[in-house]
């Protein structure tokens, strides 16, 4: 077969159309999700909560509670978008996404990479490359109060 010179930038730009339309693209978009059951209440010895059908729902009038999530995500990925899930009784329950860094004494060095109010997301995330030998990564629903629950979580990310 004897290939035309003359077809040859018709060639590289047909291949230039088809790269920047995304064929062949390596990154994939994923979601990483758990159930509300998985959130577990900072204060264990006070803080009462039910699960109910996989939420985590607050049992107790003793006043404002938080509830914790594990987040593992892979290493490199870059967080788009988060949304914590539930339903609340009155007020505000808030959500926030959190990195902290490893080897450090609690609380030193955390930093907050979305925040919202629960069944709302926010694409509007700080620090979003995951960096797994540095940062471990939490989700936290606050103000939780008699009867409000988390019914779950979703983080939007692509590899």
């Not at 925040?115 to 694409?123: C, F, G, M, P, R």
């Amino acid at each position: 077969m004897v290939l035309d010179i003359k077809s040859i930038p018709n060639l590289l730009f047909e291949r230039s159309k088809i790269d920047n339309v995304g064929i062949g693209s390596k990154s994939n978009s994923e979601i990483w999700n758990c159930a509300g059951i998985n959130f577990i209440p900072l204060n264990t010895d006070t803080d009462t909560f039910r699960a109910e059908s996989g939420a985590r729902i607050a049992d107790a009038g003793l006043g404002e509670m938080f509830l914790f999530a594990n987040v593992t995500l892979p290493d490199r990925a870059v967080i788009s978008e988060v949304k914590v899930f539930g339903e609340v009784q009155s007020g505000t329950v808030d959500w926030h996404l959190f990195r902290i860094l490893l080897g450090n004494i609690v609380g030193e060095e955390q930093t907050e990479m979305a925040a919202a109010a629960l069944n709302t997301s926010d694409k509007t995330i700080s620090n979003n490359l995951v960096d797994n030998e540095n940062y471990s990564y939490y989700l936290r629903a606050d103000k939780l109060e008699d009867g409000d629950a988390i019914v779950g979580a979703w983080i939007k990310y692509t590899v």
